[in-house]
Every structure is written in C-alpha cells, then in structure tokens.
C-alpha cells in the first residue's frame, strides 16, 4: 500500500514564544508552558478532533547515523497520522520533552488552519503510563545526556536522512488501522522566532482531541 506523505516545518515555541502567539488571538486560551507550532489542513484538524473515531498516540526516540537524538510522537486519529519529530539539539527542545512528559503528560499543539485562518490548540491524552518508571526514567537520562554538535549543513543532511526513514516505517498506533495519510512535521527551536501578529485569526479553544494508547 502506498502511503499518501506530506512534510510541513514547525517550531517548538518555548513558554514566552507561545504566550506571544496567543495574544494575537481574539480569544485567549489559557495555557502556560511550551508547544508545537505547525499548520495543517482543515480536514486533518477535524480528524483529530473528532471524538467519534478511534485515536491513538505513541511517543519514542530516534537516532540518527551521526548520533542526532530526536523524539518522534505519533498522533494517529483512524488511518490519518501526523508524525511530529522534534530533534534534541538545545535546550529549549530538552525542556519541551520534560515538561510535555512531567508537566502535563500530553504534548500541545498549536495548529495554523489555513482554510479556515484560525489556530487550534490541541491537547493530547498521556504520553507515558507511568512517569515513575524504569522506562522514563532510562529516556529522561538519555536525552538529557545527548550532545550533538555537527555544523548547521550537517545537522540537516543528518536530520533529512532520519526523516527518509522515519518516514518509509510509519508506526501505526492503532491496531486496527494501517497508516494511509501521514503528515510528518519537523519542529526546531527558533531563538529568532517572531509573533506573526495574525490579529484577524480566532482560536478554536475546545480542540481537545481524546486519544488513547
């Protein structure tokens, strides 16, 4: 079966960044702490909020041939998935997986809808059963233990080759439905990040998808 792949770039917005997203908006959600930022289409958006269809999420670790840690959350909602690879290259990355694991045990999403020209801000079910574990535990120490110090022209060829295959091995994560459409979306932390300042655009607050393992 051929899997229909689209690639779009975000950004991993840290806590300031994304409170300067939001005041752009006519509604203010609350939320305090770090997100993804990515636009997807409409139809994926309301995939994902759609209570009614199964949904599934699972979260692991990559490495890349040159050693480039990346964490890779699967988000799968029936045979649609967005693939979310966020290398951990800065600090501000290390804090994201922290807080998204320790914090709220969910990753949050900023979405652009471009059809729509609104923002969604989604929220995940849990990433991990038990945060206490052995299992967590080992992920924590070896991403926070990582170093990777390739020049900027080799982190992407390193990061592209990753992204090859990643994506020729989608990870179903619910059992009953194979990956058909998958979304994969690279986010970087951007320190030159600026608030685009959409103050036309509105926020679908009760995006909140339920997703289970």
Known sequence: MTIKTTRAAGIVLDPVQLAEELTTLKQKPRHDGHALLCELPDAVVR????????????????????????????????????????????????????????????????????????VALLSSARLVDNINGEQWHAAKQRVMQSRYDLEQEALGLDLYDLLLKLEAAPRAVISSFAVETLHVVVCIPDPEYVSPGRADLSVAQDAMPVMVH
């Open 47 to 118: 995939l994902l909020e759609n209570p009614t269809i199964p949904h599934g999420i699972a979260m692991g670790i990559a490495k890349s041939r040159q050693g480039m840690l990346c964490v890779a959350v699967h988000i799968q909602a029936a045979s649609t998935q967005v693939m979310y690879i966020v290398p951990m290259v800065d600090q501000v990355a290390r804090d994201w997986f922290i807080e998204a694991v320790e914090v709220h045990n969910s990753v949050t999403l900023a979405v652009s809808v471009p059809e729509t020209r609104q």
